[in-house]
Each structure stands twice: as structure tokens, then as C-alpha cells.
């Protein structure tokens, strides 16, 4: 009969198992005959350390939860993990070599003790993402409406006009045009936003909130 994987087993397990702090001392280089660093298969052999992936499968027998959400809750709770080079991406996305990720005892421990806190803490920095998401988009439509109703759209032009609200800047080169925003080439500049009659509907364009 499998034992059933708890937070608290994790804990039992975990919280009092050493690992190498001192991967990094081993040295670089890849180990014969695998397309493997020798820090990762040092850190794979390593009784107090997981991969992410190993991680994620634990949590989830333990909270139920599904795949997604228990890395999301993992990489919140150590978002700058170990990692080392092992195996290669198809040449489609590189060719390179992949990272292997790895959370150490010290880790996954605190990650079990403290599991609801950090998934609270996740479930509300997603919220305030979402409510800061949505205040931009409402800005964005609040503006894009005055701007409809009190200035005109100007495209492409080389002088800018005096009372002017610049949303791109371009050039002209030998395979068609491109955004021109921090380069500096030898070519003529051309812009585009949206030109204000008068300086009190830009200035208040510019105090939308």
C-alpha cells in the first residue's frame, strides 16, 4: 500500500535533510559520454534536492491541486531556483542546451510549512495584477476617447506639430519601414500620434487618470 503524501510527511522528510550548498564548487563542464552538466547530475544525485519536476508531482499528491497551480505556487515561493544545463532543445526553439531546475531541502520544507500562505499570497498578487490590468485598460479607453473627440490623428509626418501626443516613431529602410524608438540611423524620422488644437485640451489629455 502507497504511504499517502501529506504537507506534514514532506515536512518529516525534508526539514532536517542536508544537501550540497556548494554545487558550484564542482566546476563546469559536461559529463562523458551524457549531454549533461556535471553540476546537474551532481545536483540529480543529491539525496536533499528535487527537480521542479519532481517537486510539482510531490505537492500535488499532497494538496490535490493540479499541475499548473502547484508550479505557480512553487516559483512564487523561490522564484530564483538552482539550475543547470542537461539535454537540448529542438532546433526550432534554439538548438541550445536546456536548465534543469532544483529546489533544495531547505526549500521544500519551507514551501510545505507554509504552503496556504504562499498560495493566498499568490491568489492576491494575480488579483492586484488583474485590477492594475483592468485600471490600464480603463485609462487606455478613457484617453482614446478624448482623443477621438478633441484632437486629430497625424501619420507619418517629419515636423511634429506644437501641441502633439506621439505614439510612434519610424524610418524608412531598404526592407520597408520599422520603429525607429531609441535607434539612430542616417535616415529621415517620421512620427505618429495625435495633434491638439490648442495647449488646454493637451494639457488636459495629459491629466487623465
Known sequence: MATKITLQSIQDTYCNLQFNEHNYSIGGGLVEEKLASRRHEEALNDNGKLTLGEATQLFKRATGLDTETVREVIKYAVPNMEWHHAGKLPKAYGGKMKKTYF???????????????????????????????????DLEARRLDYLQKYAKKVERVIRRPKYFFLTKREMQGKYGWFDSAGKSYNLTEYYSGWEFENEETYKEFLNIQ
Open 103 to 137: 529546489l533544495n531541502s531547505l526549500e521544500i520544507c519551507d514551501i510545505a510549512s507554509n504552503w496556504d500562505t504562499y498560495l493566498e499570497r499568490l491568489n492576491l498578487s494575480k488579483i492586484a495584477f488583474q485590477n492594475e490590468e483592468q485600471k490600464k485598460k
